[in-house]
């Protein structure tokens, strides 16, 4: 079956630090990827997608590159904001143009602070 | 505009009674789900519903009853629920089913608490 895989969390960084979250995953076909963010008390967000081996998905100075040799879709961001700091999920699914198995599957999620 | 309103933000209930959560969304989506999401966790597909007929349901005990009365709506029956039952739940659409290769879009969710 299919499975996300991120890296452990929490994560904690300075104000304007590099960040990159891991993100692997477990596909039998060719899956659309995501990035969604949680901020506390809140739904989820879609923060970026990428559909295609390649793709670079990028949103709010996020960016993440569908990589099929590898399996990853890792998130970066060049230089994070207090206001970056919330939770986030790496997700995929399958596209089968089915209707039968319409489903996201979500990695365990890593929470970021960010200290000013 | 890619908004999902919910309602209500947050709901207490007892374990004997009988409330049901809304949710909305006028961005002309096809298919609408369901999820349930415990602290720290990822979300929980509940249900799928697609061109308002339910297409997925995950072996969800029978007092959660969903419902889509039409396009743009999705509600969510409770009855004697368990305290096990208080989650956060999410209501999401997208244009049509995830695995013909589309987004979903979430709502902020009602918090429920079952005493």
């Known amino acids: 079956g299919n499975s996300v895989t991120q890296m452990e969390g929490p994560v904690t960084l300075s104000e304007e630090a590099f960040l990159t979250i891991n993100c692997t995953y477990t596909?039998?076909?060719?899956?659309?990827l995501f990035w969604y963010v949680q901020y506390p008390g809140e739904g989820l967000q879609l923060l970026l997608k990428?559909?295609?081996?390649?793709d670079k998905g990028s949103n709010k100075g996020f960016e993440a590159t569908y990589r099929k040799e590898t399996t990853s879709f890792h998130l970066e961001k060049g230089s994070v904001q207090v206001s970056d700091s919330a939770v986030y999920f790496c997700?995929?699914?399958?596209?089968?143009?089915?209707?039968?198995?319409?489903?996201?599957?979500f990695g365990k999620g890593i929470t970021l602070s960010v200290r000013p | 505009d890619t908004e999902v309103t919910q309602t209500p933000k947050h709901l207490v209930m007892g374990m004997t009674n009988k409330k049901s959560l809304k949710c909305e969304q006028h961005?002309?989506?096809?298919?609408m789900y369901w999820y349930k999401q415990k602290a720290k966790k990822p979300p929980e597909l509940m249900f799928v519903?697609?061109?308002?007929?339910?297409?997925i349901n995950e072996s969800v005990p029978s007092r959660f009853s969903p419902e889509c009365p039409n396009s743009s709506l999705l509600n969510l029956h409770l009855h004697a629920l368990q305290p096990e039952d208080s989650a956060l739940y999410l209501c999401?659409?997208?244009?049509?089913?995830?695995?013909?290769?589309?987004?979903?879009?979430f709502g902020p969710g009602t918090r429920l608490t079952v005493t």
């Open positions: 999401a659409s997208s244009q049509d089913l995830v695995d013909r290769g589309y987004e979903q879009y």
């Open positions: 519903y697609s061109y308002e007929k339910l297409s």
């Open positions: 990428a559909t295609k081996a390649d």
């Open positions: 596909a039998t076909g060719y899956p659309s």
């Open positions: 961005m002309g989506h096809r298919a």
């Open positions: 997700a995929l699914s399958e596209v089968f143009y089915t209707g039968a198995n319409s489903k996201l599957t």
